[in-house]
């Protein structure tokens, strides 16, 4: 078998076998999309799609480990060795129904009659198992020069499926392509189609195109075509060209993971509250917990950037106390988020930012680390040791007591000990009357 650089070798040889399988049968077989794209590119690849003329039914007698992930389109997974493969019978799509789903679709018998139905010339070249590439579309050529084209006229390829303009925009973000003349002539006549698909399908390319190497590109074109605006997320396009790059521009310097230092970064870019981001980010379905987070590290933000401005003489003393009474609320995952991001904000603004660097690592850094206590089951005293040593009943107070002889500890102000802790208790209560 002739070469691939960027797969896994197990993976190609488990690969081989499923193709070799199907040829042995007398149909035909072919490594498509992604996969061949990522090779030509010198990009790793991760996962090896096949197409084949055998059918559905045909492809699941042959092979032991199958799994029907989608018969109504011709996809069956093949599992061989650890390897899953998504192998799609031959297909071409007509009449497609509200510019999102293909109504029918019907199995053919020629791979380029299956390569025509698919979305951009790079990513409609199938290579065989000795490596020959067929590629009418001339996708190696394209991508060779860097140019993202559809198959066929992109005005009625993006009429059939208006999920492709959201996927030219991303595939011309992550890899850096420049979109041909017609094909972004296309995407403006045909945007407002874009409304008519799951939001979803929608967040799930918007998120690729934010996580890619290159995430401002991306927002820059999705500005420019207003493309958000017809999915109802409509705040990218308020901004000006200037305005992206001035509160956007460290985007790019932000690792991609945890996903939620850029969301974050994104969404106050664009003018949006803390207190808006959770409720928002549900509706364009984001799992919770990725909105949670990236809310909880925008409000942090904006409630230490309120308490620094108001403690205007600067006492480090008071700044710590607060500091540590916002970390214990919003707890240690957050805090260290914030300061993640804070620094590498800091890191690009250059020689101006590097006095500001020397003050997180000297505040608030310091004063991250010095908290040893988040949650009240890491205090040396349980609620029932309290109600034991007043000899009480409990109540919401008790609650209200164990927070704050939390924050007392996390704070320093009382040694995480039984019996110091328990003398507190005892002060507290007589001061107020018992
Ligand atoms: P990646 O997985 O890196 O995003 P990919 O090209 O593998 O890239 P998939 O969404 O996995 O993208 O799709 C596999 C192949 O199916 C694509 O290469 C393309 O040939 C075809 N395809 C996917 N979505 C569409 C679409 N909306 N319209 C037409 N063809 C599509
Ligand atoms: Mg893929």
């Given at each position: 078998?002739?070469?691939?650089?960027?797969?896994?070798?197990?993976?190609?040889?488990?690969?081989?076998?499923?193709?070799?399988?199907?040829?042995?049968?007398?149909?035909?077989?072919?490594?498509?999309?992604?996969?061949?794209?990522?090779?030509?590119?010198?990009?790793?690849?991760?996962?090896?799609?096949?197409?084949?003329?055998?059918?559905?039914?045909?492809?699941?007698?042959?092979?032991?480990?199958?799994?029907?992930?989608?018969?109504?389109?011709?996809?069956?997974?093949?599992?061989?060795?650890?390897?899953?493969?998504?192998?799609?019978?031959?297909?071409?799509?007509?009449?497609?129904?509200?510019?999102?789903?293909?109504?029918?679709?019907?199995?053919?018998?020629?791979?380029?009659?299956?390569?025509?139905?698919?979305?951009?010339?790079?990513?409609?070249?199938?290579?065989?198992?000795?490596?020959?590439?067929?590629?009418?579309?001339?996708?190696?050529?394209?991508?060779?020069?860097?140019?993202?084209?559809?198959?066929?006229?992109?005005?009625?390829?993006?009429?059939?499926?208006?999920?492709?303009?959201?996927?030219?925009?991303?595939?011309?973000?992550?890899?850096?392509?420049?979109?041909?003349?017609?094909?972004?002539?296309?995407?403006?006549?045909?945007?407002?189609?874009?409304?008519?698909?799951?939001?979803?399908?929608?967040?799930?390319?918007?998120?690729?195109?934010?996580?890619?190497?290159?995430?401002?590109?991306?927002?820059?074109?999705?500005?420019?075509?207003?493309?958000?605006?017809?999915?109802?997320?409509?705040?990218?396009?308020?901004?000006?060209?200037?305005?992206?790059?001035?509160?956007?521009?460290?985007?790019?310097?932000?690792?991609?993971?945890?996903?939620?230092?850029?969301?974050?970064?994104?969404?106050?870019?664009?003018?949006?509250?803390?207190?808006?981001?959770?409720?928002?980010?549900?509706?364009?379905?984001?799992?919770?917990?990725?909105?949670?987070?990236?809310?909880e590290i925008m409000r942090f933000d904006?409630m230490w950037?309120?308490?620094?401005?108001?403690?205007?003489?600067?006492?480090?003393?008071?700044?710590?106390?607060?500091?540590?009474?916002l970390?214990?609320?919003y707890?240690?995952?957050i805090s260290?988020?914030w300061?993640?991001?804070?620094?590498?904000?800091?890191?690009?603004?250059?020689?101006?930012?590097?006095?500001?660097?020397?003050?997180?690592?000297?505040?608030?850094?310091?004063?991250?680390?010095?908290?040893?206590?988040?949650?009240?089951?890491?205090?040396?005293?349980?609620?029932?040791?309290?109600?034991?040593?007043?000899?009480?009943?409990?109540?919401?107070?008790?609650?209200?007591?164990?927070?704050?002889?939390?924050?007392?500890?996390?704070?320093?102000?009382?040694?995480?000990?039984?019996?110091?802790?328990?003398?507190?208790?005892?002060?507290?209560?007589?001061?107020?009357?018992?």
């Amino acid at each position: 078998m002739h070469v691939w650089k960027q797969v896994a070798p197990l993976m190609l040889h488990q690969g081989g076998k499923v193709l070799r399988t199907l040829l042995d049968s007398g149909h035909s077989a072919y490594f498509v999309g992604g996969c061949v794209r990522d090779e030509l590119m010198g990009r790793p690849v991760h996962d090896m799609d096949i197409a084949t003329s055998a059918k559905p039914e045909a492809v699941m007698e042959l092979f032991e480990r199958t799994v029907p992930t989608g018969l109504q389109h011709g996809t069956v997974t093949v599992i061989m060795g650890d390897y899953p493969f998504e192998v799609t019978t031959f297909r071409k799509e007509s009449h497609y129904e509200d510019h999102r789903h293909p109504a029918a679709v019907e199995f053919v018998d020629e791979i380029i009659q299956d390569l025509q139905r698919r979305d951009f010339t790079m990513n409609a070249i199938a290579r065989s198992l000795d490596g020959e590439l067929t590629d009418p579309f001339h996708g190696a050529s394209d991508i060779r020069y860097g140019i993202l084209r559809c198959v066929g006229q992109a005005e009625e390829r993006f009429d059939e499926d208006a999920l492709r303009m959201m996927r030219a925009v991303r595939f011309a973000s992550v890899f850096g392509f420049r979109p041909v003349k017609s094909l972004w002539r296309a995407l403006l006549t045909s945007r407002d189609k874009l409304s008519f698909v799951a939001m979803e399908r929608v967040r799930a390319e918007l998120e690729r195109l934010l996580l890619g190497p290159d995430p401002l590109r991306g927002l820059e074109l999705l500005r420019r075509s207003r493309l958000l605006h017809y999915a109802k997320i409509p705040y990218v396009e308020s901004q000006g060209s200037g305005v992206l790059q001035e509160q956007l521009g460290v985007l790019g310097h932000m690792p991609a993971e945890p996903q939620e230092l850029r969301w974050s970064e994104l969404l106050q870019g664009l003018g949006i509250s803390g207190l808006e981001a959770e409720d928002r980010m549900k509706e364009w379905t984001f799992s919770n917990q990725v909105a949670r987070t990236t809310a909880e590290i925008m409000r942090f933000d904006e409630m230490w950037g309120a308490i620094r401005a108001g403690i205007s003489d600067g006492s480090a003393e008071r700044l710590r106390r607060s500091w540590t009474e916002l970390q214990v609320h919003y707890g240690q995952e957050i805090s260290q988020l914030w300061l993640e991001r804070q620094r590498i904000r800091l890191a690009s603004r250059g020689a101006q930012g590097r006095e500001a660097l020397l003050r997180l690592d000297e505040e608030e850094m310091r004063w991250h680390r010095a908290v040893r206590v988040h949650d009240l089951k890491e205090l040396a005293i349980r609620g029932g040791d309290v109600l034991t040593a007043l000899d009480q009943r409990g109540g919401p107070w008790l609650g209200e007591l164990m927070k704050r002889l939390l924050l007392l500890v996390a704070i320093g102000d009382v040694p995480n000990e039984r019996e110091p802790l328990l003398e507190y208790v005892k002060a507290v209560v007589k001061q107020n009357g018992g």
